[in-house]
């Protein structure tokens, strides 16, 4: 099993998960998060006066998948999310030792 982090562009969450439905992936668990990479903030101006604002609202999307569809899942994210403009986002595969399910006790692909 992996898990896939993404961080992605707020307004770009309802296409990244209807992709993901369209595969088969049913569950996910989305954060509001901010952040910055190497675009490091932009600048804007509030009043007359000028600032600079470093940290900018993104969305971390975690979702957990069996080996076989982590690569059409992570495709699925890269289609659905791009832009081509910077602060497009990253994608994080970690692997998964064991997932459990709660209330069954179903364990590994099963869980998920």
């Known amino acids: 099993m992996k898990k896939i982090e993404a961080i992605i562009k707020p307004f770009k969450l309802e296409e990244v998960k209807s992709a993901l439905a369209d595969i088969g992936i049913e569950g996910m668990t989305v954060t509001e998060v901010k952040g910055f990479g190497r675009q490091k903030g932009h600048t804007e101006i509030y009043r007359g006066s000028e600032y600079t604002v ?5 969305i971390k999307l975690e979702v957990v998948t069996s080996d076989d569809i982590t690569d059409k899942a992570v495709e699925a994210i890269i289609k659905a999310a791009k832009t081509g403009k910077i602060g497009d986002g990253k994608i994080f595969i970690l692997p998964v030792e064991q997932a459990i399910r709660i209330r069954t006790e179903e364990q590994g692909d099963r869980a998920v």
């Open 54 to 58: 470093d940290f900018l609202p993104k």
